[in-house]
């Protein structure tokens, strides 16, 4: 039976009940339900409004069946469409009478709201603890990879020499932001809903402060209006796990070219990656590109709940019961994709010999040579012009810079002395980045300190 029936003669249509409910997606709040309905409980004796003894009952009865939830000997029911009336359905029909004063100075719109942003704290601090987890992995690797010379890019084209370690670090810059990201979100979160009534607040002299103080929030919202139909926090959520999922993407990407034949950089480990069903020669990097295409998954979820919201007068509307579904998935597929790529990377096999060998091609010591020029007094884009002619004789002779003689690298400017080839050595040129944050082999150990 609903528990709004009163209002209506007819039943509801099967087709709209079912259309209607949403207990198969929110039934993952039962937790959350129950914690919220014992606080409003002890809350509704603290005031008056109920007896202690009637709390007690109500908190003893509501413990019970978040026990037999988690049993699995309650079947939720599409009638009481959603886990909010299906738990107060459930501790009525129980207590009685009793049950039906628990949603005393209380509607569905804040119950929700609480709700979701209990969850979502949870769900935060789980990510946090996996991204820094992921940051722990990286800087492993990174402490092992010091010396291990590689080509950076940029436009996909051999740039500049770095150590793989630098390179590993620069993706840990990336998933530090996130946790910051998602540090501010659960700030966000942190504002307690509950008690704020439909839209208008309650006519019952309650303690909202008691509340927050029950359920470990910071601050209670201020606007009974705002608070039940507020989404940003979820939208937060679902921002920071794009940018997440976005930066594991860019990894992801690197990843699947290093180890293709063309680079041969890494190589994944067999327990993450799979075969072909035609090409018995073929090891596919499934699990990189699979976190690829999530990536588009979750933005889906972002845009879906941007969409849901963007037309929505104030204050709570029906649409808003679509919250829910993005809002887990986006956190499931993030949680799942840190867990499998942290494990992806730290069993890689690295291939330090290869990626060297491709730091000693494609003229990527050619700003050093120009730098060395500055050095002797040219100005840089002097420098720049006759480095880039150099390069282009060299592509005909097919030398590198360092193979060419002195007496060559004379014919392009009389500056050039033996000293040169020192300092267009792959290492020299890594070691002598000396501004804070390059890939000198002593900021990236100050990197790792820090």
Same mark, same amino acid.
């Given at each position: 039976?609903?528990l709004?029936?009163g209002?209506f ?8 009940e079912?259309?209607?409910?949403s ?12 914690? @919220?309905?014992?606080?409003?409980a ?8 109920i007896?202690?003894?009637e709390a007690?009952s109500?908190e003893s ?7 037999d939830?988690?049993? %699995?000997?309650? !079947? ?5 469409e ?25 509607s ?8 979701i942003?209990?969850y979502?704290?949870e ?16 800087t492993a ?17 051999r740039a500049?020499?770095v150590t793989?370690a ?7 810059? *990336?998933f ?11 700030e966000?979160?942190?504002?307690l ?27 209670v #919202? !201020?606007?009974?209006m ?12 679902l921002?920071c ?8 993407s860019?990894?992801?990407e690197?990843?699947?070219l ?19 069903s035609?090409?018995?020669?073929k090891?596919?990097?499934? *699990? ?7 990536? @588009?998954r ?12 963007? @037309? ?8 808003m ?9 986006? @956190? ?10 942290s ?18 091609? %494609? ?11 500055? #050095? ?8 720049h012009?006759?480095?880039?002619r150099?390069?282009l004789?060299?592509?005909e002779? !097919? ?11 004379k #014919? ?8 040169i ?7 020299a ?14 900021n990236?150990?100050?990197m790792?300190?820090?």
């Open positions: 039976m609903k709004w029936k209002r003669l007819k039943a509801e249509n099967s087709l709209a079912e259309f209607n409910a207990i198969d997606i929110d039934q993952r709040l039962y937790k959350q339900d129950i914690i @919220g309905s014992i606080a409003h002890k809350m509704l004796a603290k005031q008056g409004i007896s202690e003894d007690l109500i009865s509501l413990l019970e069946i978040l026990r939830i988690e049993a %699995g000997s309650i !079947q939720f029911t599409i009638e009481q959603d886990i909010h009336m299906n738990i107060e359905s459930i501790l009525t029909k129980r207590l009685g009478a009793l049950g039906k004063k628990l949603h005393t100075a209380r569905r719109n804040d119950q929700v709201a609480v709700d942003r209990l979502l704290k769900e935060i601090n789980s990510l946090v603890l996996l991204l820094e987890e992921l940051n722990g992995t990286l690797i990174a402490k092992e990879n010091q010396n291990t010379v590689m080509p950076g890019y940029t436009h996909l084209q500049q020499p793989l630098f390179h590993l670090l620069a993706y840990r810059e *990336m530090r932001r996130d946790i910051t990201r998602f540090q501010n979100c659960y966000g979160t942190d504002s809903p509950l008690g704020s009534g439909a839209l208008a607040g309650t006519t019952y002299h309650t303690d909202r402060d008691y509340l927050a103080e029950q359920l470990g929030f910071e601050r #919202s !201020q606007n009974a705002d608070a039940v139909s507020d989404r940003d926090f979820a939208l937060e959520f921002s796990c794009s940018i997440s999922m976005m930066h594991l860019r990894f992801c690197e990843l699947i290093w180890s293709s034949s063309e680079f041969r950089f890494i190589e994944l480990d067999d327990a993450f990656s799979t075969g072909s035609i090409m018995p020669q090891k596919n990097p499934d *699990m990189a590109e699979l976190i690829r295409g999530k990536t @588009g979750v933005y889906g979820d972002l845009i879906t709940l941007l969409t849901i919201m963007k @037309g929505l007068p104030l204050a709570y509307n029906k649409d019961q679509e919250d829910k579904q993005p809002v887990f998935d986006a @956190g499931d597929t993030l949680k799942s994709s840190l867990v499998i790529f494990q992806m990377i730290a069993t890689m096999k690295i291939h330090a010999d290869v990626m060297e060998n491709a730091a000693k091609t %494609g003229f990527m010591n050619a700003t050093d040579a120009a730098d060395y020029l500055v #050095s002797k007094g040219l100005a840089f884009r002097d420098c012009e006759i480095i880039g150099i390069v004789y060299c592509i002779k !097919q030398k590198s810079i360092e193979e060419l003689t002195l007496e060559e690298l #014919s392009f400017s009389d500056k050039f002395e033996q000293d080839y020192e300092k267009i050595d792959i290492r040129c890594i070691n002598a980045k000396k501004s804070k944050g390059s890939t000198s082999f002593e990236v150990e100050q790792l300190r820090d």
